[in-house]
Every structure is written in C-alpha cells, then in structure tokens.
C-alpha cells in the first residue's frame, strides 16, 4: 500500500512539472529530466516563479487555428 502512495505522490509531482513547464511555454521533457538531479519539488517551486516565455515561432493560437480552418 505504501509503494502505491508513493508512485501516486511522485506521479503527481512530475505531472506538476510537465503542466507548469507547458504552461510557461518551456520544455517539459528537460525540466522532468533535470527532476532526476534535482528535487521535484524544489523545480515546481522555481518553475511556479519563473516569467512565461513568448510563443515560439511555428506555434500557432488556437484562434489562428481556427480561423484558418474556417477559410
């Protein structure tokens, strides 16, 4: 029973990661990478301060997205 707390725990912590990564338009594949050398918790905690990124180029809206579907 204890084993399956922890799988859920850290689960969670790393699905963490990979929401708030996404969100700041950051890599989240490296940061869960970079988790393995550092607490998970201490990068949720910088990536919740870190300033969201700019959109990349190639990464069109959702509206652009539609609106180009509608044509």
Known sequence: MEVLIFIIVVGGLYFGIYKIAKS??????????????????ILIIIL???????????????RKKNRLKKR
Do not use: E, H, Y
């Open 24 to 41: 700041k338009n950051r890599q989240p594949i490296n940061w869960i990478l970079l988790s393995f050398l550092i607490s998970p918790l």
């Open 48 to 62: 919740a301060f870190m300033q969201k990124l700019p959109k990349q180029r190639g990464q069109a809206t959702t």
